[in-house]
Every structure is written in structure tokens, then in C-alpha cells.
């Protein structure tokens, strides 16, 4: 996990920031049926933040913050040192970037390059 950025001016990271310092390492997400990224800390802000993002690919999109997993339905609130994970879920083979933004404070976090194979019949404990 990124430590956890102290001090600097609202804006820049500390005490009143809406900016993430340093961005997280998600990674990129490869795997199959369901796949999740690296963990990552939200860190370096001293205010509640808004995250979005876009998939260009149809896989079903979720995160899990602070271990709890959630299916995406849009923005939602993270805290300095909140965990957070992507995850992506397909029947099929889905392939596609999801660009992460920090809606506060008009900051893109990172594109995270995914690629799921789906379910390929028989039987699937």
C-alpha cells in the first residue's frame, strides 16, 4: 500500500486536499469469470473525495473498499487511507480500460487495462 502523503498546501496533498498523492497502483486486471486489481491506499488527502470512472468494455464493473465488495452505480466517496480494489466480472470474454477519476478534484487516478475470459461451460463449482 502507498504511505500516506502529511503537510502541503489544500489542493496539493495534506491537510484540505482534494488531490491523491501519490496515485494508487491498481495494476492492470487479468483473469477468469471474475478478476480484481492490486489494493491500493487513497492517499494524500485531507478531505473526502468523489470516484468515478468509465469502462470501455462491457465486463461488469465492481470495487471493494475497505474489504467490503460493491458492484459500481456510480461515483462514490473514499477517505485518506481508505483501501480500494477494481473488479471485473463477464459470462463472456470481455477485454477494456477502466479510467478512474477523482471527480473532486478533476484528477485522473489511472486507466487500468483489463482483459476477462468468461465462463467456458461444464461443470463450475
Known sequence: MAALAAGGA???????????SPLPAWGQIYGSVFASSAGAAVSGVGAPISIA??????????????????????PFTAHNGD?????????????GNIVVTNV??????????????GFTGGFYP
Open 10 to 20: 489544500a489542493g496539493t496533498g495534506g491537510t484540505g486536499s482534494t488531490t491523491v
Open 53 to 74: 470512472t468509465t469502462n470501455s468494455g462491457s465486463g461488469v464493473l465492481g470495487y471493494t473498499l475497505n474489504g467490503a465488495w460493491a458492484p459500481y452505480g456510480g
Open 83 to 95: 483501501s480500494l480494489a477494481w473488479t471485473i466480472s463477464a459470462a463472456t470474454s470481455q477485454a
Open 104 to 117: 473532486t478534484a478533476g484528477q485522473t487516478l489511472a486507466t487500468i487495462k483489463y482483459s476477462v475470459t
